[in-house]
């Protein structure tokens, strides 16, 4: 299934609420007995049923459409952006962040943390929780930026909320948030 996801319900138009306990239906989840058909987010499917498809076959829809609740691929900054942000990109720190923005061709970060904050289940956190603070605010972004965010080790141990303060007072700062 690598590369490959399931149908959701914004990808089909027609639903039959009960399904027949004889025919197998396509879901996502745990359960897989009738009894459980109706539960978490599963849906009966009879015109499609077990039927996945690849990203490109989207058949038109748009995958921020499908799913806008990810950090996405697309917005990842691969290793020669991340060179041309550090060299050709403006700097802006606070005591806890250092972020460097440049103009782009479209929305994307990067993430930072250096090795001072010796645990990398430590470093794996604050990169999780800038990703989310990101994923939370995209929308307040600027559409055609490329961002870099080196983490301090002020940052180690901090809760979401002063993480979040500190990282968009530093984005305000550089002119991205619209």
């Known amino acids: 299934m690598r590369g490959k996801r399931r149908l959701s319900l914004l990808d089909v138009v027609g639903l039959v609420p009960e399904p027949d306990k004889r025919a197998p239906a ?17 849906v009966w499917l009879p015109h499609v049923v077990g039927l996945v ?35 050709d990109g403006k700097r802006f720190s606070n005591r806890v962040l250092t972020v460097y923005a440049l103009k782009g061709s479209e929305r994307k970060v990067g993430f930072v943390v250096r ?11 604050l990169k999780r929780l800038l990703r989310e603070i990101f994923r939370q605010n995209r929308a307040k972004l600027c559409d055609k930026v490329l961002i870099v965010v080196v983490v301090g080790q ?7 909320s002063e993480l979040e303060s500190w990282f968009l007072g530093l984005l305000k700062k550089a002119g991205v948030l619209q």
Do not use: Q
């Open 115 to 125: 090795r001072s904050i010796r645990s990398a289940v430590k470093r794996n956190r």
């Open 154 to 160: 002020k940052a180690d141990g901090m809760r979401f």
């Open 53 to 87: 498809y690849e990203p490109d076959d989207c058949g038109g829809c748009s995958e921020d459409i499908l799913d806008d609740t990810r950090f996405r691929k697309r917005e990842h900054l691969k290793r020669d952006e991340f060179k041309k942000v550090f060299t």
């Open 26 to 42: 396509l879901y996502s989840g745990s359960g897989t007995t009738p009894s459980t058909w109706g539960a978490s987010r599963r």
